[in-house]
C-alpha cells in the first residue's frame, strides 16, 4: 500500500525531522518573550519553504511512480531509472502546495510554542537565561512532537493520495477500490469502506480515498480488468451494514446503522477540518508536473502516441478497430471477453507505436482457432485447386477427402501463440483461456508462483506481451545475437533459468527473449537477465529507426 511503503515513510520522516530542527533552531539561543516571533520568521523562512517543496516533489515523485507499477506500465520503470536526474524547472512563486504547507506549519508552531511558553510560566522559568531553558524546551517540544508527527503524516498522505488517484485517471483505469488492512487495528471508518468500488473521475473516490483519519494506512488499488465487478460492491449500491473480509467477501453480521452514520460524519468532519482543500491540490498539479517534467499520459500529442485505442464495448467494435487503423487483414475475436480483446489491442496499439516495423509481421490477430482455421481452410482450397489439375475428372468431394487427408489442421495450446507465417502470421489466443478472465488469471498465477513465467507475469497483460516478445524477435532476430547466445549457453550451464528468469526461458533462445520481454514491462523492477534482454530489444527498436 502506498502509505506503508518505505519510501513514503522515510518522506513523512523528512518532513517530521525539518519541523523539529526548524522550531529548535527558532528557539534556541533566544529568550522565552522572543519564541513566538522567531519560530514564526522560521517557518516562513525561504529555508523551509525550499525544504519543504523538495518534500512535496518526492511525494509526487514517489506516488506516480508507484502507481504506475501497480498498472504495470514500462513508465514506472523509466521514472524509477532516471529518479536522480529529473531536472527541475526554476519557479519564483512558491506552489500552492508548498504554501499550504509552510501556511500550516506556521500554525502548528505557533500552538506548540504556546504550549511550551505556558508550562514555562506554570514552572516558574519563562524568563531565565536562554542557555538554562534550551534542555527544558527540548523536554517539552518531545512531549509535543505527536502533534508534528501526525501533522506531516496527515500532509504527505493527503498529497500522495491525491497524486495517486490523479495518475490511475489519467492511465485510464476506470474503478479503484478501498483497500484497508483488517485487524484489531482498523478504524470503524476504513472498515466500513473496505471493498468499496469507486468509478475513478467520481467525486466520491475523491471525497472517500485515503486519509480518512489521523495515521491512516489504507489505499485504493486499480481494479483488474478481469475482475467480474459485482453491483453491489460500487459506492452508489452499497450497504454499509454488510462490511467485507480481507478478501472482499460480504460478512454476515450487520453494522448499526447509527454507527455507520457516525462513521461517515467523522469522515467527512477529518476531511474538512485537517485535509488540503481540493481547490489547491489541483492548482498545484499542473504546475508541479511541469516542474517535475512529468508526462500527463492522456495529454500526450498525437504526433508522440501515435496510434491511440479507445476500449471497445463489443467485440465486433474491437475487431472493426483492429483492421481500420493496423496492417491486420484478418481478425476474428469471437469466443474472447471483451475484457481480454481490449487488453489484446491495447498491447497491440503499443506495440505497433513502440515498433512500427512489426506491422510487416501482423497479418492476423485474434482467437487461435480462428487463425488456424484461416490457414486450413486456405490450404485445402489451394490444394483442392493443385488436385483438381492432376484428376481433371473427380468429382469436388472426391477431391476434398482426398486432400484432408494430406492437410492436418494445426491445433491450439497454451495460453496463446505466435505464427510467423507469411499470410496468416501474427498472434492467436486460446479461447479456453480468453474466453474466462477469472480461470485465465487463475493459471497465471500458479505458473508464477511455480517460477513457470517471471515475477509479475500473472496477467493476461504478460501473456500477451510475451508473444510481442516473438514478434519482435522475428524482425530485429534478438535471440541471435551474441548477447542472447552468451546468456543462455551461461544460464544453461549454471542451471540458473528458474532463479534469474523462469522456467519456461530454458526451452529455447526465443522463448528466453519473449520471457525476458515479459518480465520488462511487467515486472516494476526487472531483475537482471530481463533488464539486459530488454534494453537490447530496445537498442535494436532504436537502431531500427534511424
Not at 59 to 71: E, H, K, N
Request: proline share 4%; charged share 30%.
Amino acid at each position: 500500500m502506498l502509505l506503508n511503503t518505505t519510501r513514503i515513510r522515510k518522506i513523512e520522516s523528512r518532513f517530521l525531522s525539518l519541523f523539529e530542527r526548524t522550531f529548535l533552531k527558532a528557539t534556541k539561543g533566544k529568550p522565552a518573550p522572543a519564541y513566538s516571533k522567531s519560530v514564526r520568521t522560521q517557518f516562513k523562512s525561504k529555508t523551509f519553504e525550499v525544504q519543504a517543496d523538495k518534500i512535496i516533489d518526492d511525494i509526487y515523485l514517489q506516488s506516480i511512480d508507484y502507481t504506475d507499477s501497480q498498472v504495470n506500465e514500462q513508465l514506472s520503470a523509466s521514472l524509477r531509472r532516471e529518479r536522480r536526474k529529473v531536472k527541475v524547472s526554476a519557479s519564483t512563486k512558491p506552489l500552492p502546495i508548498t504554501e499550504e504547507a509552510v501556511k500550516q506549519a506556521v500554525g502548528l508552531s505557533e500552538e506548540v510554542t504556546k504550549s511550551i511558553t505556558r508550562i514555562l510560566k506554570d514552572d516558574g522559568i519563562y524568563l531565565e537565561h536562554p542557555d538554562k531553558l534550551e534542555q527544558r524546551v527540548r523536554d517539552l517540544w518531545g512531549g509535543q512532537k505527536y502533534r508534528a508527527r501526525r501533522f506531516t503524516r496527515t500532509f504527505v498522505a493527503d498529497v500522495a493520495t491525491n497524486t495517486e488517484l490523479w495518475r490511475y485517471q489519467d492511465s485510464g483505469i476506470d474503478d479503484l477500490q478501498f483497500y484497508a488492512k483488517i485487524d484489531e487495528k482498523t478504524s470503524d471508518q476504513c472498515r466500513m469502506l473496505h471493498g468499496t468500488i469507486f468509478r475513478t473521475n467520481s467525486p466520491d473516490a475523491r471525497r472517500y480515498m485515503p486519509p480518512c483519519h489521523f495515521h491512516c494506512r489504507s489505499d485504493i488499488i486499480p481494479v483488474p480488468i478481469t475482475m467480474k465487478v459485482d453491483p453491489k460492491m460500487r459506492y452508489e449500491n452499497r450497504d454499509f451494514s454488510r462490511q467485507m473480509d480481507q478478501d472482499f467477501d460480504f460478512l454476515e453480521d450487520r453494522t448499526d446503522k447509527d454507527l455507520i452514520k457516525k462513521t461517515f460524519e467523522d469522515i467527512d468532519y477529518f476531511r474538512d477540518e485537517y485535509s488540503i482543500d481540493q481547490f489547491i491540490l489541483d492548482e498545484d498539479l499542473e504546475a508541479r508536473l511541469q516542474k517535475l517534467n512529468v508526462k500527463v499520459l492522456s495529454e500526450l500529442p498525437e504526433e508522440e502516441l501515435g496510434l491511440k485505442y479507445t476500449q471497445a464495448k463489443t467485440v465486433k467494435e474491437a475487431e472493426t478497430w483492429v483492421l481500420e487503423n493496423t496492417s491486420v487483414k484478418y481478425t476474428d475475436f469471437k469466443g474472447v471477453d471483451i475484457d481480454i480483446v481490449n487488453e489484446m489491442n491495447e498491447r497491440l496499439s503499443y506495440h505497433l507505436n513502440l515498433a512500427p516495423k512489426i506491422s510487416e509481421k501482423m497479418k492476423f490477430y485474434g482467437t487461435g482457432q480462428a487463425q488456424f482455421e484461416l490457414w486450413y481452410q486456405d490450404e485445402i482450397n489451394k490444394q483442392i485447386e493443385w488436385f483438381r489439375k492432376l484428376h481433371p475428372g473427380e468429382d469436388d468431394k472426391q477431391l476434398l477427402k482426398r486432400v484432408k487427408k494430406l492437410v492436418k489442421k494445426p491445433t491450439t495450446g497454451g495460453y496463446a501463440h505466435t505464427w510467423n507465417q507469411p499470410k496468416f502470421g501474427g498472434i492467436g489466443v486460446n479461447k479456453k483461456y480468453g474466453g474466462d478472465p477469472l480461470e485465465f488469471s487463475k493459471y497465471l498465477d500458479t505458473d508464477v508462483a511455480s517460477g513457470f513465467h517471471p515475477i509479475d507475469c500473472n496477467t493476461p497483460k504478460s501473456t500477451f506481451d510475451h508473444e510481442f516478445g516473438h514478434v519482435l524477435d522475428y524482425v530485429y532476430k534478438v535471440s541471435d545475437s551474441p548477447t542472447v547466445l552468451d546468456l543462455y549457453d551461461k544460464l544453461l550451464k549454471d542451471q540458473e533459468f528458474t532463479k534469474s528468469i523462469s522456467r519456461y526461458a530454458s526451452t529455447n533462445r526465443k522463448e528466453l527473449v519473449a520471457e525476458a520481454w515479459a518480465e520488462y514491462l511487467n515486472n516494476p523492477e526487472p531483475r537482471a537477465v530481463s533488464k539486459q534482454i530488454g534494453e537490447l530489444i530496445m537498442s535494436k527498436i532504436k537502431e531500427g529507426q534511424t
